[in-house]
């Protein structure tokens, strides 16, 4: 069983629609959670970053962590074409520990 | 250039020779990563480094090698390349801070 599990998707919703992508994760000691945006051929982005539970919002962009249940959200309102990449959930344990293990990235697509 | 570069961009080898991908960041950023991007797994880390000198196994390192000798460059090579190597590359770095930096990444196949 992989520590971080994604739905890869594809994902397609019109414009306008509301998007919620989601990851799973297995290892309690992961305490700062983030997403990633990739656009096709070009590196991930950092798109926001929870530390703990609790929730987080960015202009259009929610994320939401539960760590009771070892499950993250990502939500998109108004979504847009512009929207459409690959997003990534990733996890670390602290800092000091600097790695990240990442999902398997959902692909979303915005049809205008 | 600021940031964090790869080379080359797109790299085709034959099964067996050497390959070496670079990384080059100007931020000076302590960590630097190796990642390798497949379809149905996401990035997973083949090496990492916390500084120079000090290097580390990640999740999938058989069959590559790196040197950190200097802070602002992380080469990762290939020995003998197999077609199970064909992949894209991303060399990240940060410097204690949640965000990891990700450079455009490397296309390698192996014929």
């Known amino acids: 069983q992989k520590e971080v599990e994604q739905d890869p998707g594809p994902l397609s919703v019109p414009e306008g629609a509301i998007v919620s992508l989601n990851c799973t994760y297995s290892n309690s000691a992961f305490q700062y959670f983030m997403w990633y945006r990739q656009y096709s051929r070009k590196g991930p982005e950092l798109l926001m970053y929870t530390y703990s539970s609790g929730n987080k919002e960015d202009g259009r962009f929610t994320a939401q962590v539960d760590k009771s249940s070892k499950y993250i959200s990502l939500f998109i309102r108004d979504s847009q074409p512009s929207d459409s990449a690959t997003y990534l959930c990733?996890?670390?344990?602290?800092?000091?520990?600097?790695?990240?293990?990442f999902g398997t990235g959902t692909r979303l697509t915005i049809i205008p | 250039d600021a940031g964090i570069t790869q080379s080359p961009r797109y790299k085709i080898t034959e099964t067996g020779r050497q390959v070496t991908l670079m990384c080059h960041q100007t931020w000076s950023h302590s960590y630097m990563f190796w990642y390798r991007q497949d379809l149905g797994h996401g990035l997973r880390l083949i090496y990492y480094s916390a500084a120079a000198d000090i290097t580390d196994k990640g999740e999938v390192p058989d069959g590559y090698v790196v040197s950190r000798s200097k802070t602002e460059n992380f080469p990762l090579t290939l020995e003998s390349a197999t077609r199970s190597q064909t992949s894209v590359y991303f060399c990240?770095?940060?410097?204690?801070?949640?965000?990891?930096?990700f450079g455009q990444g490397t296309r390698l196949t192996v014929v």
């Open positions: 990733a996890m670390r344990i602290n800092f000091g520990n600097e790695k990240l293990t």
């Open positions: 990240a770095s940060s410097d204690l801070t949640p965000e990891a930096f």
